[in-house]
């Protein structure tokens, strides 16, 4: 951080930032809100986000009036690790959102007995975002482009033909 390009960028905030930039999503002067802060997801894809000249604001389990703080925000990636937290009228129309969370949560119809959703209430927000990412499908294939993007570069460097 000290200044210089890391060697490798973690793969599910490299993946979320890919699939903004793929979705012409513009990020310098906007406003983000980051949902979870942990140091595999919230705090890089935080740090990613301000490289790219958005306003980020980190959102807690101590962060008052949270859902304030997302309302306000023109891109919202979630990632804090509970099942449909982020709810619906939390979510600003036409604000782009990022669900980064696989959580199982009961289903006596599904039949396993259980369905995976996100940390985002789909439902919900789909019907106000301009753009939110499914779970399970969204994020989760991303990441893995981005560990074979990764491991590309690092054979590229190994070999002598990158930074």
């Known amino acids: 951080m000290r200044g210089r390009e890391p060697l490798f960028v973690s793969c599910t ?4 930032l890919e699939l903004l930039k793929r979705s012409g999503v ?8 980051v949902v979870g802060r942990s140091n595999i997801v919230g705090l890089p894809v935080a740090l990613l986000l301000q490289n790219a000249d958005a306003t980020v604001t980190m959102v807690h389990s101590r962060t008052p009036d949270a859902a304030g703080v997302v ?10 690790g509970r099942a449909e937290m982020v709810k619906g009228d939390w979510i600003k129309p036409g604000a782009v959102v990022i ?6 949560v009961d289903d006596a119809a599904a039949k396993r007995g259980y369905r995976l959703v996100g940390d985002v209430d789909f439902a919900g927000a789909s019907t106000v975002a301009a753009a939110i990412t499914p779970v399970p499908g969204g994020v989760g294939p991303m990441t893995i482009a981005m560990l074979l993007q990764n491991t590309l570069e690092g054979a590229k460097r190994q070999i002598g033909g990158g930074r």
């Open 13 to 16: 905030p490299k993946g979320c």
């Open 26 to 33: 513009a990020l310098a002067g906007k406003t983000a809100a």
């Open 71 to 80: 309302r306000g925000a023109d891109i919202v990636i979630a990632a804090c």
């Open 99 to 104: 669900d980064v969370g696989i959580n199982a």
